[in-house]
C-alpha cells in the first residue's frame, strides 16, 4: 500500500494533470507537519524526466502571508517543463489563480549543502551566479488555497505552476541595493504597476537567505545551475487568456510572456 505520503502527492498530481481542484486534502493524507508536506512535493519531481529546474518561494510579503493564512514563506519547486524564456507563450487553460507576477530570480553558480549552521547572507551570495528578470504564473489545487494553511499549500507545491526567465542581468547588480530596486510590471493594453524590492521578506537577498536555510534544515541542497525566485515585488497582476506580461527591470533588463487559450 502507498505511504500516505505517496497518496498525497498522488492526489495533488491527479489534480495537476487534470487541471482539476478540491475543498481541500482528503483528512487522512493531510501532512502533519512541514516536514510532511515538503516530502510529499518532493515526490513531484518524479513528473519530470529532466532535473529539477529550481526553487520559488511563496509569501515573502506580510500581505501575501495574511492573505493566505501562514505566518512565514513557502518553498516550492519548478519542473523544467514549465520553465519558459522571455517572449513564450504559456496556456492559461483552466489556471485559477489568474495572477502575473514579477519576482527576481537568481541562478546558483555553487551547492549550498544542508548543514548544522545557517547560512549567512554573504555566503549564499557568494554561491550565487546571476540575477534574472522574471514572470510567475501561480496555480493552485485548492477552490480556497487562502485557507487550506501552510502544510497543504507546500504539499502543493507552494502554488508553483509557469515560469519566464529572462538573460541574466548585467553583474553591476551585486553593488545595488535591490531592496530599494523598483520593477515595474505591466498588462499591456490593462495597467501598469510599481514594485519594490523591499516587499520580499524585506530584501531579495533576505528572501535567498531564508530559502538556503530552509532547503538544508529539510536536508535539501540548493543545486549549481538552480534558479530560485524570490516572491513577487509588486501587487499581483490580473490576467487572462490572450493577454501580454512584461516586466521591466531597467538596468536589469526586461521580461514578457504571451498567455495562451
Keep these: 500500500m502507498p505511504s500516505k505520503t505517496e497518496q498525497t502527492s498522488a492526489f495533488l498530481v491527479d489534480l495537476w494533470k487534470k487541471q482539476a481542484r478540491c475543498a481541500g486534502l482528503p483528512a487522512e493524507i493531510q501532512p502533519a507537519s512541514r516536514a510532511e508536506a515538503y516530502a510529499a512535493q518532493a515526490l513531484m519531481e518524479g513528473q519530470s524526466a529532466k ?146 524590492g523591499i516587499n520580499v521578506l524585506g530584501s531579495p537577498r533576505i528572501a535567498m537567505t531564508w530559502i538556503a536555510n530552509e532547503l538544508s534544515a529539510i536536508g535539501v541542497t540548493l543545486r549549481k545551475g538552480e534558479i530560485v525566485t524570490t516572491g513577487t515585488c509588486l501587487v499581483p497582476m490580473a490576467i487572462a487568456a490572450g493577454d501580454h506580461v512584461v516586466a521591466d527591470y531597467g538596468p536589469l533588463g526586461r521580461i514578457e510572456l504571451h498567455i495562451g487559450a
Design 51 to 196: 532535473p529539477l529546474s529550481g526553487w520559488k518561494i511563496a509569501a515573502t510579503s506580510l500581505a501575501g502571508q495574511k492573505h493566505i493564512g501562514v505566518s512565514g514563506p513557502l518553498a516550492g519547486r519548478y519542473i523544467a517543463e514549465r520553465v519558459v524564456s522571455s517572449g513564450d507563450r504559456v496556456p492559461f487553460g483552466r489556471n485559477h489563480m489568474k495572477v502575473a507576477e514579477v519576482e527576481f530570480a537568481f541562478r546558483m553558480a555553487q551547492d549550498l549543502p544542508p548543514r548544522a549552521k545557517a547560512y549567512s547572507e554573504d555566503e549564499v551570495f557568494a554561491a550565487v551566479g546571476t540575477l534574472h528578470p522574471s514572470i510567475e504564473i501561480p496555480d493552485s489545487r485548492f477552490d480556497h488555497f487562502e485557507k487550506v494553511g501552510a502544510e497543504a499549500l507546500i504539499a502543493d507545491n507552494a502554488c508553483a505552476d509557469w515560469l519566464a526567465i529572462g538573460q541574466a542581468a548585467p553583474d553591476i547588480w551585486r553593488g545595488m541595493d535591490l531592496a530599494a530596486f523598483s520593477p515595474t510590471g505591466s498588462v499591456v493594453g490593462k495597467g501598469e504597476w510599481k514594485g519594490l
